[in-house]
């Protein structure tokens, strides 16, 4: 391991500045540039939520602020590499202003897939399964950013009717190509150019115009006019949507972001002090087969629990750093108070204490999960599911232990849905002293697949995971089976549950429940409002 961790050394072209207290923390240099980063982005982001403020400077202003400061802060974490990630953006927007709207949208997905895919096979040959924070993470971020940007450009100019596009489709529709700036500003800003989180344009333009306080206030969704212009009927709304609000009229984020940031360091001391005792390696070690089945069961939990920090460290960072600026306002809840969830990319709590396996997966990665129905789920005629479990494999790369753990949460989806459907609803009827138990059950039955699930995506190799399970003896694998084959004979469905069918996306007209039910099979429910999340 030291000899792969020495090549990849050679390989990082980022700053070494800081290598002094990388040495100090026992932290890879990459990993604290990552940090640093985070933070210049922070304390760039109250300065530009005060001094450049709509009200003070004009949206070119803070278009050239928001993307120079990503630029900087991408060459000091990722040196010369920042040129690949340049290739990809300009790549991408020669194809969105030479190419024809009835192509756009599929050839920027398979021109920015093949070339992000180039550079996944790429980092495996340099780092060989050791965890690394390199610009292949944010050229996917700027993958999902591109290949969106295409697709709502072709849902607004080649002709489509309303009635031919889903809600979330006209919800994000554009009817301008943006100005180079626009993209570029987009595509580089340094809210989320290191760690994301997604986020679709017509937010992105809404907050740099400064108008995305009134349109959430008024549960507005929609881009600005001059982008899109077949909705906001109602002229009282585009007046009030169109309204730049002063510095002390807008809900003040500093205590959401500080608090937020405040966790993602507890979550950075949890991955440096903590998961070094927890190596993902131990798996592989003779050590670990010879211990007891417990031991097994109950290390893989930990080492998968304590792995789950380093992307809650990063994405909730990202997530302060966003709100910091402004960007992320979603409205006000029924009591009146500021939500700032619009780009938040995890539920911590819905992920630890989700009662379900749909709860937990609905809450990770939430901006991907989006990105992937949008792209896919909503627009493939025929095996939704399939391709959307395609598309992201391709995205995430090539480790055999990604593909692992996409086919095992497609099978457990199903496991989990053929209990949910023949159990709960004869718990529900017992009262509700049966459903707390039942809840408790299905929690620890939840954090146990959860660990079974995602070890092969730490661990990375296929062979390796395979002698895990062998020790394990595939004992998830064959509940699910027999779970699949018996329980709908031994127990079947009712027939209100029975008449569900989630191979199909859910029209307009259906009623929500009955939508929720047929989307949260792939894990890309949160539909149940078709809002923005």
Request: glycine share 6%; charged share 15%.
């Amino acid at each position: 391991m030291e000899s792969t961790s020495s090549h990849w050394e050679e390989f990082y072209l980022g700053s070494r500045q800081f290598q002094c207290i990388a040495d100090t923390l026992g932290m890879p240099i990459d990993q604290v540039n990552f940090i640093l980063g985070q933070l210049m982005a922070l304390f760039l982001a109250y300065l530009f939520r005060v001094q450049a403020h709509p009200t003070k400077v004009s949206d070119t202003t803070r278009h050239w602020a928001s993307m120079v400061a990503g630029l900087g802060i991408s060459y000091f974490c990722f040196g010369k590499q920042v040129v690949l990630a340049l290739v990809l953006v300009i790549g991408c927007y020669i194809l969105m202003i030479t190419l024809p709207i009835t192509l756009i949208h599929h050839v920027t997905l398979f021109s920015s897939i093949t070339f992000l895919s180039v550079m996944h096979i790429q980092r495996q040959l340099y780092e060989d399964g050791v965890f690394v924070i390199d610009v292949t993470g944010p050229m996917m971020i700027m993958v999902q950013k591109a290949t969106s940007l295409a697709y709502s450009l072709h849902d607004g100019l080649s002709g489509l009717k309303d009635n031919e596009l889903t809600p979330l489709q006209r919800e994000l529709i554009l009817r301008k190509k943006p100005s180079a700036l626009q993209y570029f500003s987009y595509m580089l800003n340094f809210h989320s150019v290191l760690a994301g989180p997604f986020f679709m344009f017509a937010d992105y333009q809404d907050f740099i115009e400064g108008t995305h306080y009134a349109k959430r206030a008024l549960n507005n969704t929609v881009a600005k006019d001059s982008l899109d212009s077949n909705r906001n009927e109602n002229l009282e709304d585009v007046k009030v949507s169109k309204k730049i609000l002063k510095p002390e009229e807008e809900p003040d984020p500093t205590s959401v972001s500080l608090s937020k940031a405040g966790f993602s360091f507890v979550c950075a001391f949890v991955t440096v002090a903590i998961l070094p005792n927890f190596p993902i390696s131990h798996l592989t070690e003779p050590y670990f087969f010879k211990s007891s089945f417990l031991y097994k069961t109950m290390y893989i939990v930990a080492v998968t629990s304590l792995t789950r920090h380093v992307y809650y460290t990063g994405w909730i960072l990202a997530d302060s750093i966003c709100n910091m600026s402004g960007m992320g306002f979603n409205g006000y809840d029924n009591h009146g108070a500021a939500k700032w969830d619009l780009v938040s990319n995890v539920n911590v709590l819905g992920i630890e204490f989700g009662s379900n396996l749909r709860e937990s997966l609905e809450a990770w990665n939430s901006g991907t999960m989006k990105w992937l129905r949008f792209m896919v789920y909503e627009r493939a005629p025929v095996q939704k599911t399939l391709f959307t479990y395609m598309l992201s494999s391709l995205w995430h790369g090539f480790y055999p232990g990604y593909y692992l753990t996409f086919i095992g949460g497609a099978f457990f989806t199903v496991v989990a849905r053929t209990v949910r459907r023949s159990v709960r609803p004869r718990v529900l009827s017992r009262g509700p002293k049966a459903k707390f138990a039942y809840d408790i059950v299905t929690s620890v039955a939840t954090r146990l697949n959860l660990a079974y699930l995602t070890f092969p995506f730490i661990l990375l190799r296929f062979w390796s995971t395979i002698e895990v399970l062998k020790a394990l003896f595939f004992y998830q694998t064959v509940i699910g089976i027999l779970v699949i084959l018996f329980l709908g004979k031994i127990l079947p469905p009712p027939p209100s549950c029975g008449k569900l069918k989630p191979s199909k996306v859910p029209s307009e007209a259906a009623p929500s429940q009955v939508e929720a039910e047929k989307v949260e099979d792939i894990k890309l429910s949160k539909l149940d409002h078709m809002k923005v999340q």
